[in-house]
């Protein structure tokens, strides 16, 4: 699979990503500059952590006008596959490919600790490969990761099986303890109803080698590999 | 209509130097240099390049005795922004501490942002991208609500900008005491990573070659503030804020992405940041170290603002800029490397053969100076400095230990121990920061030292920050040799060779002699841990004037600690690993209570001797802990320092799998409060498999280092030591875990 990895000014988690996949996973992969307009020759996209256009205005919102954002718009639509993490998944909420919106953590600061993720089911190519049986443990590192949406929206989610992850403690019990920021039903990942558009706040990137204490988000991507 | 806010020029006067905080003769001095009196500009230059912060001149003498090169050093100390050390395969580490204490104290979010901000650029200037930040911090006590106002915002600071550019902020420390009130010492450390071949250099040479600047455009902000560093904080100084720069993390990830293309391309000739007098002193010091001058046009700059004069200009402090010099014919292809990243890229002058600095305005010439003259090393003055042993040190260095009663319960004494902000777990401040991003954290914050991989090869940097103003200010030599010995001893417990430092040192008025005393005596101290431990000073910072209405604060020399870890297959954390392990000292345990946390909570005294430092016994120590850490069979190491060996055995207790406890049994002819609240140096508490005692015991036996069971890691999830201690792991957990939060009132 070849991955687009792309890039906006203030994107930080760019190189993580493409680590991730390119070194340890052994995909192809490439960077793809904000000012492009195509992502032809791409199997996949990732839209990486950081702070774009230094999350002046809004997190995400300057992002979405990047000349690159058309393009990520139609390959969404080819139901080609886009994984957005941190700040990736709030730039495709602003870009209104993900429902909801992010708000600043409960406790009103940044917050970097590893959490537990219980994969809600198998109904994507990012969570095909996953077991539903056990937790996935990485870092979060955000200031705004709370996802808020009303009852109503998460009902109609719930219905349609776009909730991809949600906080859970290490035994993959969804609590409030095991909830970091406040979010909406402990939901820490959300798809789109067509289920190729996929946002998260933990980093799966960052947890894809033992030696940086987790392997455990490799299995992301490479669900992505094998069933994309 | 555009409105004239341009300032009118003072007549020039020794009133107005003096204003300048230059003196009497230092006035006479450039009035002599220049054959004539300096134009208003040029008094502004001066001010700032003689300041203490630039131009360390009460301090230079005293730093010269440290060792300054050799070991694995690339360039001596002040050759260039950073330390640079060579770590193998090519690669090169560049490194180095820095204070923005007052800032931080009038203006805490700005002045701790854009002291990571600074410490970043004299990083990645040199071509080296930066792969972790260490932020030592120290505070007034967090009874006083200004106090928790000015830490909380300072953090934030740190956390805003550290995080927003993408670089793990993975250590440093945090303690509290009254000493600090009003005036926190805020302290940050980089360290970046570069291929010897890519280097660059802060040097301005070659004729004609073009001068620009890059980055951020020039505003009114942080004018003087290297003359603001430069004196006590006062009543006045909450009014200085206008001293204070504004920070722009964002403008600042672009500048480094931009520079570190431009640090691979040949035509690049020499680049600095702009930190402390901006334009004035990049430029002086890059003309100079060429040997060359430098002709400015400041109608050229790119202004934040209208109406600013020269003077302004040249002293700007604004953050997110830098002074680039390329070889002439290049222009275009420097300008598509910034204009790629959204970033002004404007020439500004050019590199001549006078030697001098030659600044216009307007066509105008509007200053004339030599700029061998204005820098270290150059014309900028050396002072020598009275010191006194200070007064104080005869009452404070007396204990009687027998007036002192014991605790009557020991498990009472230990949870409140816990819950002291000194010793309780930091995790309320370093989970603001990230501490993960670039996937090179092998030991993130918490342990006694942070492990940073290096991409691509099987190397691991350990990083530590330490200082300690008690031990200093009961002892300013022994403080200055704990602080090597505990900072060396805390890569070591990771399984990493010491091998270079940077030193911030926090200190009062110098012209004060007992301050100075201090200040040269911490130095000594620290030479000599240096010299013997072979862990030269690659350079770092010197930060006087650290005073509130009160007095000093405790003389703050703080270290941070580069090591290096061969291969990553042997690292070691400070928690138990596993039921059975034998539980060993490594050292001694001399029970001193002399400076202790537990002497201050308990008696309410800073009082005796800091403990004893032997430096042969350190070394030795540090090198058995070393050896079974790469023979692999260490399973844990933690070192006993603030709060002695009952924290010491929480710490790795509360870091271990759930469910493991420790019984712990030994005795020393020592009150029990000596023995469990001491603070012995020299000493690592370890876990080994019991079939590996006796290697251990062989290695210790041959560096001379008493090596001693107390105990087994059990699975009875409790601390048990002797009949002293019994506590379960929910209790040290709440009184160790939670107790930062709740002072801070979050």
Known sequence: MRFAILVFPGSNCDHDAYHAVRHVLGEEGAFVWHKERSLDGYDAAIIPGGFSYGDYLRTGAIARFSPIMSAVQEFAQKGKPIIGICNGFQILVEAGLLPGALISNRSLRFISKMVYLKPEGQNSLFTAGLDTNRTYRMPIAHQSGNYLISPETLDQLERSDQIAFRYATPEGKVTAGANPNGSTGNIAGVLNREKNVLGLMPHPERAAEAIVGSYDGLAFFKSMAEYG | ?746
């Open chain 2, 1 to 746: 209509m555009a409105i004239d806010n341009a300032i009118k020029e003072p007549q020039v006067d020794e009133e107005l130097a003096l204003e300048h905080g230059l003196s009497s003769e230092e006035y006479a001095r450039i009035q002599d240099i220049l054959g004539r009196k300096p134009t208003f500009t040029e008094l502004g230059i001066f001010s700032v390049m003689w300041s203490e912060h630039c131009s360390y001149k009460s301090s230079i003498k005293v730093l010269k005795t440290l060792p300054r090169s050799g070991g694995r050093l690339l360039v001596s100390a002040g050759e260039e922004n950073a330390g640079l050390v060579d770590v193998g395969d090519g690669w090169a580490v560049a490194f180095k501490i820095e204070s923005h204490n007052h800032p931080s104290a009038v203006e805490p979010y700005q002045g701790a942002a854009t002291g990571v901000g600074g410490i970043m650029r004299d990083i990645f200037t040199m071509g080296a991208r930066p792969i972790a930040c260490l932020d030592p911090l120290h505070f007034g006590s967090l009874d006083d609500p200004h106090n928790r106002f000015l830490l909380d915002h300072v953090v934030k600071g740190i956390a805003d900008y550290g995080n927003c550019l993408g670089i793990p902020t993975v250590g440093g420390e945090v303690f509290i005491s009254d000493a600090y009130a009003g005036n926190p010492i805020v302290n940050v450390m980089s360290v970046g990573v570069v291929r010897h071949d890519r280097v660059a250099s802060a040097v301005a040479k070659g004729p004609g070659n073009p001068v620009y600047l890059v980055g951020s455009k020039t505003g009114r902000d942080g004018i003087h503030g290297a003359t603001f560093a430069s004196e006590e904080l006062s009543e006045e100084s909450e009014s200085r804020k206008s001293n204070v720069q504004v920070g722009d993390p964002f403008s600042e990830k672009l500048l480094l992405e931009a520079t570190l293309e431009l640090a691979r391309r040949p035509f690049l000739v020499g680049i600095q940041d702009m930190g402390a007098a901006g334009i004035t002193c990049s430029s002086s010091e890059m003309a100079a170290k060429g040997e060359a001058g430098i002709r400015l046009n400041l109608d050229a700059v790119p202004l934040r603002e209208e109406g600013m004069i020269p003077y302004e200009i040249m002293l700007s402090e604004s953050q997110e800029r830098m002074l680039v010099v390329i070889q002439k014919g290049f222009e275009k292809e420097l300008k598509e490397i910034f204009d790629r990243w959204d970033l002004d890229c404007t020439p500004i002058g050019e590199v001549i053969d006078t030697g001098k600095m030659e600044v216009f305005s307007n066509g105008k010439r509007v200053a004339e100076i030599p700029c061998s003259e204005l820098v270290l090393g150059g014309g900028a003055p050396q002072y020598t400095m009275p010191a006194r042993r200070p007064a104080y040190l005869e009452e404070a260095n007396h204990l009687d230990l027998d007036a002192l009663p014991e605790p009557k319960d020991y498990n009472a004494a230990l949870l409140k121990l816990l819950a002291r902000p000194n010793i309780t777990h930091k995790g309320f401040i370093f989970e603001q920061y990230d501490s993960t991003v670039r996937t090179n954290t092998v030991i993130g914050p918490g342990a006694d030292a942070a492990v940073i991989r290096v991409k691509g090869t099987s190397k691991g940097l350990a990083v530590s920050t330490d200082g300690n103003g008690r031990y200093t200010w009961l002892n300013p030599n022994a403080g200055g040799r704990i602080a090597v010995a505990e900072a060396a001893r805390n890569v070591v417990c990771t399984g990493a060779q010491p091998v270079a430092i940077t030193n911030c040192l926090n200190f009062g008025n110098p012209k004060d002699p007992e301050i100075y005393y201090q200040f040269s005596e911490a130095v000594a101290g620290m030479g000599d841990a240096c010299r013997l431990f072979n862990t030269p000073v690659t350079g770092g910072n010197v930060s006087f004037y650290n005073e509130n209405p009160d007095g000093a604060v405790y003389p703050t020399p703080v270290v941070g600690m580069l090591g290096l870890i061969e291969d990553l297959e042997h690292t070691t954390t400070p928690g138990f690993k596993q039921e059975g392990d034998f539980i060993v000292v490594l050292g001694s345990i001399n029970g001193e209570l002399g400076g202790s946390e537990y002497l201050e909570m308990a008696h309410k005294l800073v009082a005796g001797e800091p403990p004893l430092i032997n430096l042969e016994t350190e070394m030795n120590v540090q090198g058995t802990c070393l050896e079974g850490i790469q023979q692999g069979f260490i399973h844990s190491a933690h070192d006993i320092s603030d709060g002695g060996l009952a924290v010491c055995l929480v710490e790795s207790l509360l870091a271990a799998p759930d469910g493991l406890g420790a019984e712990i049994h030994l005795t020393r002819r020592l009150r029990n409060d000596e023995m469990l609240f001491g603070e012995s140096q020299s000493t690592i508490i370890i876990t080994v498999a019991e079939d590996d005692l006796l290697p251990l015991q062989r290695i210790a036996m041959g560096d001379q280092v008493p090596c001693i069971t107390i105990g087994r890691v059990t699975t009875s999830g409790r601390l048990q030591l002797n009949d002293l201690i019994d506590l379960d792991r929910k209790q040290l957990r709440k009184a160790y875990m939670e107790s930062f939060g709740r002072i801070m009132g979050a």
